[in-house]
């Protein structure tokens, strides 16, 4: 297949899936063509457009793709992704009382290790004790989170796999993975 000048189909209903251009032949167009984390937005009092645009620079800086992309759920682009082969993932955010964590336990996000859907506490309140993450808060929380389920990280003694992610008063800085982890995530299908 090598060389093999093929296009990809412009619409859905044109390809078996089986000759070139197809399904799982990677063409020039398709090797940089990065992957799409979805946000679903059970929070609504968090500023989505900020947070996607920040947490998919983030994620650039971190070794994802420059063409990877974070944009709220849409069934219809879900599709198509995975029509294309594009790695996709899903972030929750979730209200925090909704949830109904226990906060005394410090839990502000989840992900299973090696799944491809994560979670992240927003803004609320549980048992008279309020939650509220900065925007620095949740894009840290949620880089945590892809990295246990997106990349299958497992806790480090640094950088943005670390077990404790602070005081509980929040952080001003965003964190970032350590070298190793870039160098593991630039390599991956989410770094190209
Ligand atoms: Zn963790």
């Known amino acids: 297949m090598a060389g093999a000048s093929a296009t990809?189909?412009?619409?859905?209903?044109?390809?078996s899936g089986t000759s070139a251009g197809g399904l799982g032949v990677a063409t020039n167009q398709q090797e940089k063509q990065g992957g799409i984390i979805?946000?679903?937005?059970l929070d609504p009092s968090v500023n989505?457009?900020?947070?996607?645009?920040?947490l998919r620079e983030h994620l650039i800086k971190n070794g994802f793709s420059e063409n990877t992309q974070?944009?709220?759920?849409?069934?219809?682009?879900s599709f198509k992704a995975k029509?294309?082969?594009?790695?996709?993932?899903?972030?929750?955010?979730?209200?925090?009382y909704a949830a109904g964590a226990p906060l005394d336990d410090g839990v502000l996000g989840f992900a299973k290790l090696?799944?491809?859907?994560?979670l992240v506490?927003?803004?609320?309140?549980?048992?008279?004790?309020?939650?509220?993450?900065?925007?620095?808060d949740l894009i840290n929380i949620a880089?945590?989170?892809?990295?246990?389920?997106?990349?299958?990280?497992?806790?480090?003694?640094?950088?943005?796999?670390?077990?404790?992610?602070?005081?509980?008063?929040?952080?001003?800085?965003?964190?970032?993975?350590?070298?190793?982890?870039?160098e593991t995530i630039k390599t991956s299908i989410w770094g190209q």
């Open 70 to 77: 974070v944009t709220m759920y849409s069934g219809w682009k």
């Open 121 to 136: 506490y927003g803004k609320g309140s549980i048992l008279g004790k309020q939650h509220n993450p900065s925007m620095i």
């Open 8 to 15: 990809i189909p412009s619409s859905f209903f044109g390809s």
């Open 38 to 41: 979805f946000v679903h937005n």
């Open 143 to 182: 880089t945590h989170e892809i990295g246990h389920g997106i990349l299958s990280f497992d806790h480090s003694e640094t950088g943005s796999m670390r077990a404790v992610y602070g005081s509980g008063r929040g952080r001003k800085d965003l964190i970032d993975f350590d070298s190793e982890q870039q």
């Open 114 to 118: 090696g799944s491809n859907t994560a």
């Open 83 to 96: 029509w294309k082969g594009m790695p996709t993932a899903n972030l929750i955010i979730q209200n925090f």
């Open 48 to 54: 989505y457009s900020e947070f996607n645009k920040t």
